[in-house]
């Protein structure tokens, strides 16, 4: 017969005691305070990032940005409340924003209407660019493109259906 309180019961207890050292300190984040850690003086609200519409103390809005950093793949989808959206993975889904940057290892496959775009990787499908869209160098966009104004750097791949918003549909966003 196996004992329960054998061989495996001291290990279980370093892992336990590991992980919660994990969770009270990562190598990454800066430390501002030298008190000492406990779960009665942490506030983990204060410590989570802003997914959407956060209010400073002042009363101001902070910039909801979401990144989506390399090797992540974030895929059906629907982005909303976010005001910067950075893709350096790859990304399937429908954002209405007001600012896409693509950089050059990221991919963005679906529907998107933003303010404004600056592309250096790999965008296909629907792009609605309300402001300024910029294609650099290394950027690659095809599908339904349409603009208010365009800069294409040299080297930039741009295909597909491409057309000028007029001045009504450049200045209207979309109300959800």
């Not at 792009?127 to 650099?136: A, S």
């Amino acid at each position: 017969m196996l004992q329960k309180d054998g061989f495996f019961r001291k290990r279980d207890e370093q892992r336990r005691d590991e992980k919660r050292d994990d969770i009270l300190f990562r190598p990454s984040q800066a430390v501002a305070a030298t008190a000492p850690v406990s779960a009665a003086n942490t506030d983990v609200a204060a410590s989570l990032p802003c997914a959407s519409s956060c209010i400073t103390s002042s009363g101001e809005r902070k910039e909801a940005k979401l990144v989506v950093g390399p090797d992540i793949k974030l895929k059906g989808v629907e982005i909303s409340d976010c005001d910067t959206l950075i893709v350096e993975g790859r990304v399937e889904a429908t954002l209405d924003s007001r600012v896409l940057e693509i950089t050059p290892n990221g991919v963005f496959q679906g529907t998107i209407a933003v303010d404004n775009a600056e592309i250096h990787g790999r965008f296909e499908g629907e792009l609605t660019v309300r402001k300024q869209l910029v294609i650099y160098g290394a950027g690659k966009v095809s599908g339904k493109i349409r603009y208010a104004k365009i800069k294409v750097e040299e080297g930039a791949e741009l295909s597909g259906e491409i057309s000028m918003l007029d001045k009504a549909q450049a200045y209207q966003r979309k109300v959800a």
